[in-house]
C-alpha cells in the first residue's frame, strides 16, 4: 500500500498499481495482507468486504546464527545495525543523523542494496564517521549479522510487515524501530519503539542500546516471546485457515 499511501517514499505509480490491484480483486477469492495494517489499508483502498483481506502475517527462520559468517572487521554485539533496502522510506538520512548525535562509540552498519533515492543518501554516509555501508550480503552473513548485531534500527517512514524486526527478535536481538504502524504492530510491545519522524529522540534510543546492556536484555528477552507469533508452524496455520475457508464457500 507504500505507493498508494506514501507516494513520496516510492517511484512506483501509485495510479496505475490502483487499477492493477483492482483489477485483481474483481477475479481474486481473497488477498492475503501480511499484517493487520496492510489488511486495513487494502480495505480502505478498494472498499472491499471485510472478509476479503485475510492477515496471515509471516514466519521467520529461528535457526541459530554462526559468527564466523560476519563480514571481516565485526565482532558479536560490536554494532548498531540496519538492515534492507537503502532508500527514502527506510528513513536512513534521519537515522544518521541520529547516529551522530548520539555519540555512540560502536559502528552503525548499514547493509543492503541501493534502492530508490539511495544517491542522496550516499554523501550522508560518506559524512558520518562510524557509519560502514555494506553493499547486497548472502543470506548466512545477511543473518549472522542480524542474529549478533548490538541491536537491530528500523525507524521506516513506511512498511508492510518489518521482516528484520521479526527476524532479530527471534533470534535475541535487541530492536529500535517506530512507535506507529506495522513496525510497531510486528514489534508487538517488544522493542525501544520512537517516533521516526524525531531524530532527537532517535539519537537517545541508540545511545540507550549502545550502553545499556541490562535494556538490552531485557528487550532481547521480550523479542523472543513475541517472536513466537511468526513461527512457521503458526505461519502455516494461518495460511491453512484462509485456503479452508476459500474452499469452503460454494463454487
Known amino acids: 500500500m507504500i505507493p498508494l499511501r506514501r507516494p513520496d517514499l516510492t517511484d512506483i505509480d501509485g495510479r ?3 487499477r492493477m490491484l483492482a483489477r485483481l480483486g474483481e477475479c481474486a477469492a481473497r488477498f492475503i495482507a501480511v499484517s493487520e495494517t496492510a ?3 487494502i480495505e480502505r483502498a478498494l472498499s472491499c468486504p471485510a472478509d476479503f483481506v485475510v492477515d496471515c502475517s509471516l514466519a521467520v527462520d529461528t535457526t541459530p546464527t554462526d559468527p564466523a559468517n560476519l563480514p571481516a572487521g565485526l565482532t558479536p554485539g ?3 545495525l540496519v538492515c534492507g533496502t ?5 528513513n536512513i538520512a534521519r537515522l544518521l543523523d541520529a547516529y ?3 555519540k555512540a562509540s560502536m559502528p552503525l552498519v548499514i547493509a543492503g542494496p541501493d534502492g530508490w533515492g539511495a544517491s542522496e543518501i550516499a554523501p550522508l554516509l ?3 564517521p562510524g557509519a560502514i555501508r555494506l553493499p547486497y550480503l548472502d543470506r548466512p552473513a545477511l543473518r549472522a549479522l ?3 548485531a548490538r541491536a537491530l534500527a528500523m525507524p521506516s517512514l513506511a512498511e508492510g510487515f518489518g521482516l528484520p524486526v521479526a527476524e532479530a527478535m527471534a533470534l535475541g536481538t535487541p530492536v529500535l524501530t517506530s512507535n506507529q504502524g506495522a513496525l510497531a504492530e510486528t514489534a508487538g510491545g517488544a522493542a525501544l519503539a520512537v517516533n521516526p519522524e524525531d531524530s532527537a529522540r532517535l539519537g537517545t534510543a541508540l545511545r540507550r542500546l549502545a550502553k545499556d546492556d541490562a535494556l538490552c536484555a531485557k528487550l532481547a528477552e521480550a523479542g523472543r516471546r513475541n517472536a513466537q ?3 512457521p508452524e503458526r505461519f502455516a496455520q494461518r495460511l491453512t485457515r484462509a485456503y479452508a475457508a476459500v474452499m469452503a464457500e460454494p463454487l
Open 16 to 18: 496505475r498499481y490502483h
Open 100 to 102: 551522530r548525535q548520539s
Open 78 to 80: 560490536g554494532f548498531l
Open 146 to 148: 542480524i542474529g549478533h
Open 86 to 90: 537503502v532508500e527514502k522510506r527506510k
Open 39 to 41: 489488511r486495513d489499508e
Open 229 to 231: 507469533r511468526f513461527t
Open 126 to 128: 560518506a559524512a558520518t
